[in-house]
């Protein structure tokens, strides 16, 4: 039995690495089990044997602990953004900003719980410094109960299954839209789950460090790190994924754009046999190819008709916007020159760099031809949507021009699939 990290390809609990003297209570205690095992099943005799390797046991535990750290550091893929302590007040308020700007609201509050109470972290305006923690406020009832409150302003949970460690309060004159409102949802618990699993991390750091830390305490502290690290890796994905709607909303595509454009690379993918691991990186590009249309007032893509010099500009730069925010987001930053490089075309006529050919990275030039089918195929707000046929025989005249020509050939046997 094992229980691997399948995302980073380690394993974390491999019994070849961490079993005792082969003793098999050591892989019971290595799924988390040890604690319910030792209290209720064992025998005297059992719990002696296990007593006399207990100083085994805490090296081996203390080993899986660092390797879980080292993987899920904050320099790593822990946290959203990557800041410390001193930069909080700066970082929570570019964030509540983002949120404005996203969201077209009026204003962002984010607040963290301090000493019993909801202090302000970060906002756009001023507003209440801090929230007690009780049901005479939505921050403070969205705190309490883990769940979105709807009252003179909208307060948005830092909730992970653990605990609540803040608020998201917006303001707004209007409702929210739900894709918008699902985007802060998910940026809230990714948030909420990143910081709970950093206060674990310095808790086991001391146990670690502490002589006297007993192999009991050690499990139990390695139990609650791998289920914070799962619900981070789920959160990671809703989070891609809400991203990807509001991009798709604000876009005013009539259909799920982004989420086509991911699913159809990966198909590409598995057509060209690539490996697991940039097929994952190359579907999360395709989500969030067009990032950068979040930053954009929504009514430039509404227009029926030709575009402002201007709006044409915001739009054609948009993608200098998406790299910039998944710069800041650690989990995702592999993925950064797929978007960055997507308006390169085959022949060097493209931006940002006019690279060419096999220069261009591969995921790049995957997500390129996703994109322009995925968006041909599509109704859009100025025109109809275009034939599979008519758009296959456009972009096989394009073949080797704009798009790779191998890339062209996987689409059309993955569209006639």
């Not at 410094?129 to 307060?155: C, L, M, P, Q, R």
């Not at 894709?179 to 808790?203: G, N, R």
């Amino acid at each position: 039995m094992k229980k691997e990290e399948k995302n980073n390809g380690v394993s974390l609990f491999a019994q070849s690495d961490y079993l005792i003297d082969q003793d098999p209570i050591e892989e019971i205690f290595a799924l988390n089990l040890g604690d319910f095992i030792a209290e209720n099943l064992i025998s005297e005799d059992l719990a002696k044997k296990i007593g006399a390797n207990v100083k085994d046991k805490k090296a081996g535990l203390i080993n899986q602990l660092e390797e879980l750290i080292s993987i899920y550091s904050l320099q790593n893929t822990l946290c959203v953004l990557s800041f410390d302590s001193n930069e909080e007040h700066a970082i929570y308020t570019s964030i509540a900003f983002s949120v404005k700007q996203m969201l077209e609201i009026k204003d962002c509050h984010i607040y963290l719980e301090k000493n019993d109470e909801l202090a302000l972290a970060g906002t756009t305006s001023d507003c209440v410094e801090k929230y007690s923690i009780n049901n005479d406020s939505a921050a403070g009832k969205a705190y309490i109960t883990g769940e979105t409150v709807f009252e003179d302003v909208i307060a948005v949970p830092m909730h992970c299954n653990v605990k609540s460690t803040g608020v998201i309060v917006i303001e707004n004159e209007t409702p929210v839209n739900e894709e918008y409102l699902e985007l802060v949802e998910s940026i809230a618990v990714l948030f909420a789950t990143s910081m709970t699993l950093q206060k674990t991390i310095d808790e086991t750091n001391k146990l670690i460090a502490d002589e006297t830390s007993t192999a009991s305490e050690l499990q139990h502290i390695r139990a609650e790190l791998t289920a914070l690290i799962g619900d981070l890796c789920d959160y990671q994905q809703r989070f891609v994924e809400n991203l990807a709607n509001a991009v798709d909303t604000k876009g005013q595509y009539k259909v799920a754009h982004s989420q086509n454009t991911a699913n159809l690379a990966r198909q590409i993918c598995r057509q060209l046999k690539l490996n697991e691991k940039t097929t994952d990186l190359i579907y999360y590009a395709g989500l969030l190819q067009n990032i950068g249309k979040i930053a954009l007032p929504e009514e430039i893509f509404a227009t029926n008709g030709k575009l402002s010099p201007e709006n044409l500009q915001k739009i054609q730069e948009h993608s200098n916007t998406g790299v910039h925010l998944l710069m800041n987001i650690n989990f995702l930053s592999e993925v950064v020159p797929y978007i960055t490089y997507q308006k390169e075309r085959y022949d060097g006529s493209g931006k940002p760099e006019g690279l060419k050919g096999q220069s261009i990275p591969f995921g790049s030039r995957i997500i390129a031809v996703a994109d322009v089918y995925c968006a041909m195929t599509s109704d859009r707000p100025y025109r109809k949507a275009m034939s599979v046929e008519k758009t296959l025989e456009i972009l096989k005249e394009e073949a080797g021009s704009k798009w790779d020509p191998i890339v062209v050939n996987a689409l059309f046997d993955v569209v006639k699939n």
